[in-house]
């Protein structure tokens, strides 16, 4: 159990009882930190989320799908993070559409044709 003190100071801010008795005080911290704990994780996914988002807009821009794009990538052997491929596609897009011309031309060429319809 914390030191009483450090409790009131990890519950400053809280509704209610939540700050000022120390029972519910306790419940609401340890229910606090288990939130901030499991949150840290989730906010690394859902900014790489946020990067395939990106690079997909970018990648269709240059007729390619986001996964045409991984895979020619892959194929070409250029390693590069979704991380560095969001930032080109939102702040380089010359560099960027390099970069989809390598994956484009490393791709076989059944995949990179239209569908016929």
């Known amino acids: 159990m914390m030191n009483k003190t450090l409790l009131f100071s990890l519950s ?4 209610g009882r939540a700050k000022n008795c120390l ?5 609401r911290v340890e229910k606090a930190l ?5 949150d840290r994780r989730v906010r690394k996914r859902e900014q790489r989320s946020l990067w395939i988002q990106q690079v997909n807009a970018g990648s269709r821009e240059h007729g390619l799908r986001y996964n045409q794009l991984i895979h020619g990538l892959d194929t070409a052997g250029v390693k590069l993070n ?3 491929l969001s930032e080109l596609a939102r702040n380089e897009p010359q560099s960027f559409a390099a ?3 390598v994956a484009q031309g490393a791709l076989p060429d059944d995949i990179t044709r239209p569908p016929v319809v």
């Not at 288990?34 to 499991?38: C, F, G, L, P, S």
């Open 12 to 15: 400053k801010g809280f509704r």
């Open 23 to 27: 029972r519910v005080a306790i419940e």
């Open 34 to 38: 288990q939130y901030q704990y499991r």
């Open 82 to 84: 979704r991380k560095m």
């Open 99 to 101: 970069v989809a011309k």
